[in-house]
């Protein structure tokens, strides 16, 4: 079959024994299509019950899918693993160059056991594996520097991609990142950790092959279809012109905008950090995934004097999104926009997740106002709302680990909760620090039932939203229905592996034609089973490893502070709770 050539051959690679090897999977690609669904099983395979997240029997497994390198959009690796942050389900996605260069090279999915005595980074360029010596990477400060000097190292710049981690993965932070390129991330959930336990600093992919269709013309009849879709969509067009940084002003204007720490639930401020502002003022760059027509990915332009030569200035650009500057801005209460960049900046230099930092820094600062900590834990910083100078040292000690306070902020704000108090205002779903949407109870429903715990599996902010201009008040079963049909589709786009923002583009229909046209024969029935049995394996795997949908803890913040003007109910949530579990778990559970 024609997938076969480029999709289902599985590189396996052993990082212990410095070895690699190639074998055909078809059974994997034909039931699961790719992406989330074939590194769901793979997860099952390679992980076993009770893996030390942080061992060696933990594998890493990146994945691609059927239209990568196709068609437009479809520009996402899926990264699989069992989470050090949260102990079960590990999954994030990443675009930049990643999805086409493993596709390039050859390989459906590559899968990462074992780990290295010493620190190592594996370059990949099409059958070529090689273990590179990676000591003199190790312990670098700045994630800059790294990618700078692996692309000195290595060929192949058009198609090829770096994967690497900053300091914050090798000192086991475990919601350290992977930066893909430089301004994308593996973001959520500690992969970057797990790199670092395995003492593999960056992973280089480049390859050149061919990539061939079952259906010449029905080919160019979907990509042309998908590519007008996308230059001409509006949503598009918002992602393009402000990037999603526009989400700003329209969630604070609707009071669904977490604010220092949630306390409030709209920033007084927002305007000056808001995706119009940086646009009119601070905008230098946009950049695309591959194979993306959009352009989404905004960079800042910081221009700063030198303080020891007059008439030089540095040149920073920075990478800024919604999600970064909800949580390194507003649950900071941070207005001042080049400090924010600042912070920005110094999140991207340690290779940390932007989202869990901003939330375990926001609990801090409420925990010291409340008397919890004090300068003493904080190694004399006084954290408050608005000063983004101590939230930057902050971050290089949460790396550094200078005392236990600090080591227990490099384990999440559960952890830091549970051994200093606050677990009330302590925002984390399923372990996992909250995402920027406070607009009801169906965003944090959709967090805490998500096998990822996060604002992408099936966006609950939006039927919130939705509810609420319409003046509709949704069910319990209703909200349930919802969510988990959202979550079981979105199973299926991460699987083909499509961006999510293009979600609107690749209806059933079209991702139907676009399998069609690349040698898969599926039906809208099928589709719907697939991304059925992909969230019923994420949670099976979940359950295995000890997390129970019933007894996950609800921070009582999300009670206390109105969203969108109305509160919260906490037996509403507890119903819609019983009920998903109902619809995604067996019986026996």
């Known amino acids: 079959m024609l997938p076969g050539e480029t999709l289902y051959r599985v590189l396996y690679v052993d990082l212990a024994k410095r070895r690699s090897r190639v074998v055909e999977r078809p059974d994997l690609f034909e039931k699961w299509l790719g992406g989330a669904g074939v590194g769901s099983a793979l997860l099952a395979e390679e992980c076993p019950a009770n893996a030390d997240p942080l061992g060696p029997e933990n594998p890493i497994i990146l994945t691609v899918g059927p239209l990568t390198g196709m068609f437009p959009l479809a520009s996402k690796t899926v990264a699989m693993f069992k989470?050090?942050?949260t102990g079960n389900l590990g999954e994030s996605h990443s675009g930049g160059r990643s999805a086409v260069s493993i596709r390039l090279a050859g390989y459906g999915a590559i899968v990462v056991q074992g780990a290295s005595e010493s620190p190592v980074y594996l370059s990949i360029h099409g059958d070529s594996v090689r273990f590179r010596d990676a000591s003199s990477l190790w312990g670098i400060q700045s994630s800059y520097t790294v990618a700078r000097l692996l692309r000195q190292r290595e060929p192949g710049a058009g198609c090829r991609t770096i994967m690497r981690i900053g300091r914050a993965g090798e000192q086991l932070v475990t919601y350290a990142c992977v930066s893909t390129e430089t301004y994308r991330h593996f973001g959520r959930l500690g992969l970057g950790a797990v790199f670092g336990a395995k003492k593999l600093k960056a992973v280089v992919v480049a390859g050149k092959r061919s990539l061939p269709v079952a259906d010449g013309k029905l080919y160019r009849q979907v990509y042309d279809e998908i590519y007008q879709a996308a230059v001409s969509?509006?949503?598009?067009?918002?992602?393009?012109?402000?990037?999603?940084?526009?989400?700003?002003?329209?969630?604070?204007?609707?009071?669904?905008?977490?604010?220092?720490?949630?306390?409030?639930?709209?920033?007084?401020?927002?305007?000056?950090?808001?995706?119009q502002h940086l646009a009119e003022n601070y905008l230098g760059r946009r950049v695309a995934c591959a194979h993306c027509p959009v352009g989404c990915i905004h960079l800042a332009a910081l221009r700063e004097p030198s303080d020891h030569e007059p008439y030089f200035y540095k040149t920073s650009m920075i990478g800024y999104d919604y999600e970064p500057i909800y949580a390194l801005g507003t649950m900071l209460g941070i207005s001042d926009t080049p400090g924010l960049l600042k912070l920005l900046d110094a999140v991207e230099v340690h290779g940390l997740d932007a989202m869990s930092t901003g939330v375990v820094l926001a609990w801090a600062t409420e925990a010291m106002e409340k008397g919890l900590i004090s300068a003493e834990q904080t190694d004399g910083l006084e954290l408050a709302w608005g000063q983004y100078r101590p939230y930057v040292h902050a971050c290089r000690r949460i790396v550094d680990q200078r005392n236990e306070f600090y080591t227990a902020l490099a384990r999440g704000v559960d952890e830091a909760a549970e051994r200093y108090g606050g677990e009330d205002f302590a925002l984390a779903f399923g372990r996992n620090e909250m995402p920027g949407y406070h607009t009801g109870p169906i965003a944090h429903l959709g967090v805490l039932t998500g096998a990822r715990h996060s604002h992408l599996d099936s966006a609950g902010y939006s039927l919130d939203q939705k509810a609420y201009t319409e003046g509709k008040t949704l069910t319990s079963q209703e909200i349930a229905d919802a969510l988990v049909c959202e979550e079981r589709w979105r199973q299926v786009l991460s699987s083909?592996?499509?961006?999510?923002?293009?979600?609107?583009?690749?209806?059933?229909?079209?991702?139907?034609?676009?399998?069609?046209?690349?040698?898969?024969?599926?039906?809208?029935?099928?589709?719907?089973?697939?991304?059925?049995?992909?969230?019923?394996?994420?949670?099976?795997?979940?359950t295995r490893e000890g997390f129970s949908l019933r007894d996950v803890r609800i921070p009582k913040r999300i009670y206390e502070t109105p969203g969108l003007g109305q509160a919260v109910s906490d037996s509403v949530v507890r119903e819609v709770l019983d009920l998903y579990a109902r619809a995604v778990l067996p019986p026996a559970h």
């Open 83 to 85: 989470s050090p942050h």
């Open 233 to 275: 969509s509006p949503v598009m067009k918002k992602y393009h012109d402000l990037g999603t940084a526009e989400n700003i002003l329209p969630l604070n204007k609707l009071k669904g905008l977490p604010t220092k720490n949630l306390r409030e639930a709209a920033f007084d401020a927002a305007e000056s950090i808001s995706g």
């Open 496 to 542: 083909l592996v499509v961006c999510f923002f293009a979600r609107g583009i690749y209806k059933p229909s079209v991702a139907l034609q676009g399998l069609r046209a690349v040698g898969f024969e599926l039906d809208e029935d099928g589709l719907s089973e697939i991304g059925r049995a992909i969230l019923s394996a994420k949670y099976a795997f979940k």
